[in-house]
C-alpha cells in the first residue's frame, strides 16, 4: 500500500479506516496534498486486499468530515494552479471520476462517518458511500453555486466566491437522493443542511448525537462482518448498478462543465475576482 498525504490509513480487524485530514491543511502542503487522486488510489487497492471486508471514511479532526477551504484560498496563485490550469484541473477532474467509480464498484461496504461538516467534496463523498452515519449537528452544502455564503459551524465562509458547476461527483448522483425540484433547490442556492434534516428525507441512515457516533458506527461495521462476505459482496454490486448507471450518464460531463468554467475563468485573469459574480453567460 502506498503512502497518502491527504488523509491516513490504518487497518485493523477487516476493517479499513481512511481519516482524511482538512483540506486547507493539505492544500497548504508542498506539494499540495489532492485528495481526489489519492483517494481513488487507496480504495482501487484496498478492493484487492483479501483482509479489508469494511471501509470507514471519516474525518481525521473532529468537527470536520471534508470541508471545502475558505472563500479567501480561491483568490490565491495556488488556486489558480490546481483549478485553472489545465494539468492542475485535468488531475482533479480524473481524480473525482476515478474516486467515485472505485467507490461505487469496490464489492466492500463504505460508511461514512460523518464527524462534522461535509461541504464541497466532503459532501460528494458522504453520499458516494454506502451507509452515512453521521453526528446530527453536521452541516452538509454543495457549495458550488454558493457564492460565498455558505459556512462551516464555526461562521467561516467556504467555497468559491463564484458560481461553477458541481462537477466533484455530487451534481451526479444528488439526483439519487432527490426529487428534481428539491435537487435544483439544494445544487442551484447551495442550500445547508444538518444531517438530521437529511436523516428526516431519507438520505442520512443514521445522524446522532457527536457522543454516539463512534458507538453506532462500531454497531453498523459489526453488522456488516457478521454477514456472508460473498453475497454480501455481490448485494453491494446489484444495489450499485443504478449508481454506475447515473455515474456514467453524468459524471464525465460534470466534470468537463466544470474544467471548462475553471478555464475561462482563468483565462480572463479573474479566478476569484468578484467581479465574476453576476455575469450572465454571452451570447
Not at 491527504?6 to 506539494?31: H, N
Not at 457549495?143 to 458560481?163: R, Y
Not at 460531463?253 to 471548462?260: D, K, R, T
Request: charge should be negative.
Amino acid at each position: 500500500m502506498p503512502t497518502f498525504r491527504s488523509f491516513g490509513l490504518d487497518i485493523q480487524d477487516q476493517v479499513a479506516t481512511i481519516r482524511m485530514v482538512p483540506l486547507e491543511k493539505a492544500f497548504a502542503m508542498s506539494p499540495p496534498a489532492d485528495i481526489h487522486t489519492e483517494l481513488a488510489g487507496a480504495i482501487e487497492a484496498l478492493r484487492s486486499d483479501n483482509t479489508v471486508r469494511v471501509i470507514v471514511l471519516t474525518g481525521a479532526e473532529d468537527g470536520i468530515f471534508l470541508v471545502t477551504p475558505p472563500v479567501d484560498y480561491y483568490r490565491t496563485p495556488a488556486a489558480a494552479a490546481r483549478l485553472g490550469d489545465p494539468y492542475g484541473m485535468w488531475n482533479v477532474g480524473t481524480g473525482v471520476i476515478r474516486c467515485f467509480q472505485a467507490m461505487t464498484e469496490i464489492e466492500k461496504p463504505i460508511i461514512a462517518k460523518v464527524n462534522g461538516d461535509a461541504i464541497g467534496f466532503g459532501q460528494s463523498l458522504m453520499l458516494g458511500c454506502d451507509l452515512i452515519v453521521a453526528r446530527e449537528d453536521a452541516r452538509i452544502s454543495d457549495v458550488h453555486m454558493g457564492m460565498g455564503e455558505v459556512q462551516d459551524a464555526s461562521g467561516t465562509a467556504v467555497g468559491l466566491p463564484f458560481g461553477t458547476v458541481p462537477g466533484d461527483g455530487g451534481g451526479a448522483i444528488i439526483p439519487l437522493f432527490m426529487t428534481p425540484t428539491k435537487a435544483k433547490e439544494y445544487m442551484m442556492l447551495s442550500e445547508t443542511y444538518t444531517a438530521a434534516e437529511l436523516a428526516a428525507m431519507n438520505i442520512v441512515n443514521r445522524a446522532v448525537p457527536a457522543a454516539d457516533l463512534d458507538g453506532v458506527t462500531s454497531e453498523f461495521v459489526g453488522r456488516l462482518l457478521k454477514r456472508s462476505a460473498f453475497a454480501l459482496a455481490w448485494t453491494k454490486r446489484i444495489l450499485n448498478r443504478n449508481v454506475a448507471q447515473q455515474l456514467n450518464a453524468s459524471i464525465d460531463a460534470s466534470v468537463a462543465y466544470e474544467s471548462l468554467n475553471f478555464a475561462h475563468i482563468q483565462r480572463l485573469g479573474l479566478l476569484g475576482d468578484p467581479r465574476t459574480l453576476h455575469r450572465p453567460p454571452q451570447s
